[in-house]
């Protein structure tokens, strides 16, 4: 396998997954013949960065499409051809049928990896490209004897979901299709060299794992102390001359599906402050329920917003932000915008702290904490984790409500009961004790009852503070509770 180079932090998997396509000869019945992958992946994960290094490291052609006519992006195309082999492209070409099949001809005696990045720049203004890539990667076409590996890389994720999916002509062509998305939240704490896991929460509920966020954005610039972090967000985020205080909106004004922000920007906003189901999402910005359908599922194609079943009442769904950027916008920034651009941030910053412990760190460090449980090894919870998610738990007796923020089913039989392997509560800004412990012990009885198999289930508390002694002992001396707080949090799950 090619070296990955040593600037290209993380992504082993994703690059194992690029040199094997790339080195790996395609065959057709009829001999080697070229071969498809798409990249896809939100903007700003390092998508055009991963696929640089490739093209690099074996040799092979990148093509950073833009924004331009036909005629214009075939002469940029001729330009790179023109460059990488030395020779002019002659004669020049007069559509992508001309340019698809140069480029397959020109490489046939080993695999050489041939990157279209930004390609829904190309197929917005040639609709017929894909077409095109699919005859001529098809029987009879200039594919047939050539090594090219052909990339299709492009961040506009509706497009890029729409190239393999249904009726496209390229759909069950690509030999790879790789989704590059944030580093986890321990990668992200490395790549942003912070070893305190409160100040890596804190840093992680505002940029979350999004590699540009660090250098380009941020200038490289870490808070250096937990005592520096309120200083490190009015100089990046909240600072109106960083390139990160308009970036949410750019994210959304960047999608070629979102025609009417407002309305998208209002449906993040109800989200941002708690509002996770669709009818209360609805009531938030004042639609009724089947009008923001529409603005959910673009959102969720573009890899903005994910929807969660309730794991216990599985017709309920509940929305999450994805990136955390987005949510600090809406939470905090939106409303103060004026004030923002005006440069009174210190201010906006000290009036929206609570807002920030209450919508922005709680939802996230919950989040986390399921992000843990979904690699979390088999010895922490008793058993494999096959769904990880959220559960409000029915107390009809009591007339209320459980709410559990992580809530872990396990491996079942194909008929049997539904398996639970942990309910956990997780706290950020408290001290946890027994009291937490005896809800979610309440929990998993009212679930007994309605036929879960609870039997190995364990009772997890997460906690931002930590655990007062009575919690502790009662750990201590009971294997079937279990505590979680941030130095946990941060430890790389064990085999
Ligand atoms: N694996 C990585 N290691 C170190 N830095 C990275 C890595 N990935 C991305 N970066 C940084 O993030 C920046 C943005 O990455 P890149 O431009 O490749 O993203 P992209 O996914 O192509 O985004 P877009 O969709 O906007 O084109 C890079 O220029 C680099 O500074
Ligand atoms: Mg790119």
């Known amino acids: 396998m090619v070296t990955k180079p040593g600037h290209v932090f993380d992504r ?4 194992e997954g690029l040199t094997e396509f790339a080195a790996h000869h395609g065959r057709g019945p009829s001999g080697p013949r070229a071969t498809l992958g798409v990249v896809s992946g939100r903007r700003r994960q390092g998508k055009s960065y991963l696929l640089q290094a490739l093209a690099q490291t074996t040799g092979g052609l990148y093509f950073g499409a833009q924004e331009a006519t036909e005629a214009v992006a075939l002469r940029n195309l001729e330009s790179a051809l023109a460059r990488h082999s030395g020779t002019a492209v002659d004669p020049p070409f007069r559509d992508w049928g001309d340019a698809i099949a140069y480029l397959f001809r020109s490489h046939r005696d080993r695999p050489v990896p041939v990157v279209l990045d930004e390609f829904p720049f190309l197929a917005r203004v040639s609709p017929e490209i894909s077409s095109i890539i699919q005859r001529e990667l098809g029987p009879g076409g200039s594919g ?43 990668d992200a704490a490395t790549f942003w060299d912070i ?14 794992g999004t590699p540009a966020y660090r250098y380009e954005f941020t200038a490289g610039d870490p808070p250096e102390d937990l005592a520096g972090f309120d200083e490190w967000v009015l100089r990046t985020a909240l600072n109106s001359r960083s390139a990160l205080f308009r970036e949410a909106r750019y994210l959304l004004a960047e999608e070629p599906d979102i025609r009417e922000p407002a309305l998208y920007h209002s449906v993040l906003a109800a989200i941002a402050a708690g509002r996770t189901t669709s009818t209360a999402i609805a ?10 359908k529409h603005p959910l599922n673009v959102l969720e ?34 409303r103060n915008w004026t004030a923002l651009e005006a440069r009174d941030a210190p201010a906006v910053w000290q009036a929206e702290r609570h807002t920030f412990q209450a919508k922005v760190l709680g939802p996230h460090f919950e989040s986390l904490c399921r992000d843990f449980a979904r690699e979390a090894s088999v010895s922490v919870f008793g058993g494999l984790a096959t769904e990880v998610g959220a559960g409000v738990v029915n107390d009809p007796e009591r ?11 396990g491996v079942q039989d194909p008929d049997g009961p539904r398996r639970v392997l942990s309910l956990g509560e997780a706290k950020w800004g408290e001290r946890m004790g027994v009291d937490h412990v005896r809800r979610l012990g309440r929990a998993r009885d009212l679930l007994g009852a309605k036929g879960y198999d609870v039997r190995d289930a364990r009772l997890a508390c997460y906690s931002g ?30 085999a």
């Open 399 to 409: 007339r209320t409500q459980i709410e559990i923020d992580v809530a872990i089913l």
């Open 195 to 208: 070893a305190d896991p409160r100040l890596a929460v804190l840093v992680h509920s505002v940029v979350g």
């Open 465 to 494: 503070v930590g655990f007062d002694d009575g919690l502790r002992e009662a750990a201590a001396e009971d294997d079937r509770i279990v505590l979680i707080d941030l130095d946990r949090l941060y430890q790389a799950p064990t």
């Open 283 to 292: 009531t938030f910005i004042g639609r009724k329920a089947d009008h923001i």
């Open 144 to 186: 047939e004897g050539s090594g090219v590996r052909l990339i299709l890389c492009g961040s506009a994720m509706s497009v890029m979901g729409r190239l393999l999916a249904g009726q496209a002509p390229l759909r069950g062509r690509a030999g790879l299709e790789l989704v590059v998305k944030p580093f986890g939240f321990r």
């Open 301 to 334: 194609d573009c890899a903005l917003v994910t929807r969660q079943l309730d794991l216990f009442r599985p017709t309920r769904a509940y929305y999450r932000v994805v990136e955390p950027l987005i949510t600090f916008y809406e939470a905090i920034m939106q």
């Open 12 to 15: 082993d998997w994703e690059w």
